[in-house]
């Protein structure tokens, strides 16, 4: 089955940290720009981090910005995100998934590109 594989989430305090993974399965990453995304219970779900697979390109959404950094590796071929100080508010379901319509990140991004969804990781974070 092509999808992508998350791992990684966790109950942790807040400030904390935590490295979640996206294990591409069935595809590779080289051919695609990946997104964390994350929802929250009762939200819609929202681009967290994007990375280029053919220039490095990396979007952050502003509240993430400073705490959170994207990175990948073809070789593994996964996507990681390293989240630190983090927040209450940064508990959610984390996802990962491909867009099939580009290889650059530019801005924030757009949900029906994506595919190759996973089922989540929870990620938690107690005040």
């Known amino acids: 089955e092509v999808q992508a594989v998350e791992s990684g989430g966790g109950l942790v305090q807040a400030g904390g940290s935590l490295r979640l993974s996206c294990a591409a399965s069935g595809f590779f990453l080289r051919d695609y720009a990946m997104c964390w995304f994350r929802q929250a219970p009762g939200k819609e779900r929202e681009g967290v981090s994007c990375?280029?697979?053919?220039?490095?390109?990396?979007y952050y959404a502003d509240f993430v910005q400073g705490r959170f950094t994207i990175s990948s590796d073809n070789y593994e071929n996964t996507v990681y995100l390293q989240m630190n100080s983090l927040k209450p508010e940064d508990t959610a379901v984390y996802y990962c998934a491909a867009n099939l319509m580009r290889t650059r990140v530019s801005g924030r991004p757009v949900i029906h590109e994506y595919a190759y969804w996973g089922q989540g990781t929870q990620v938690t974070v107690s005040s």
């Open positions: 990375i280029g697979s053919s220039d490095g390109s990396k």
